[in-house]
């Protein structure tokens, strides 16, 4: 479980912090798609393509985080 973010703060608080969750899930999805269609595109580098698939799981994971953020502060 997470630490609750949310908890003590005031319902204007609470929309702003769910406001900044929601931007950096779009954020993280941006850019976990554009390190994934970059890897796609690469075919002479496997290092790099390696890195860049990287990169995208670390977005995944993130996202996933946040995501978890999000949904604890509604429940």
Do not use: C, P, V, W
Not at 40 to 61: C, M, Q, S, T, V
Request: hydrophobic residues 30%; glycine residues 2%.
């Amino acid at each position: 479980m997470t630490a609750n973010i949310f908890k003590g703060k005031s319902e204007e608080e609470k929309n702003n912090l769910e406001e900044i969750l929601e931007n950096s899930i779009e954020i993280e999805e941006d850019l976990m798609r554009t390190y994934l269609i970059t890897a796609e595109r690469i075919h002479d580098d496997d290092e790099l393509k390696e890195r860049l698939e990287n990169f995208a799981e670390g977005n995944a994971k993130r996202t996933k985080q946040l995501i978890d953020e999000l949904n604890e502060s509604r429940e």
